[in-house]
């Protein structure tokens, strides 16, 4: 859990650093745009998240006792969401994924000036990783 907590505590960090939500927002987007590759093949039907207004392919994988995973939107500032749950949950222990709460949502301020639909879509992101990371836990 100390890994999760730590990524957290740098975002935290690196957001009080910027005095408004314009800049944050551009720092999202940023963020999005520094993702890896991810697969054309991997953009199905099964991969997709449901309850985002923007499409969202996600693609889980266990390695070992961790969790990793890979995901694209169309959308420049839910790409950037994906990136901020990268850096909370990628590669990390499985179980402590699974354990996580989402408390770094509000200490962001993403609860507060995300819209309704996006933080519905951001939710459905980490409920859908909490749940590979469940089942990858009990594997």
Partial sequence: MDEIRQAEAELVGEFQLFDNWIDRYQYIIDLGRQLPPFPEAARTEANKIKGCQSQVWLVTRRVGDRLEFDAISDSAIVSGLIAILRRVYHGRPARDVAASQPDFIRALGLDQHLS???????????????????AAAAA
């Fill in 116 to 134: 309704p639909t996006r933080s519905n879509g951001l939710h459905a992101m980490i409920r859908e990783i909490r749940t590979a990371a469940a």
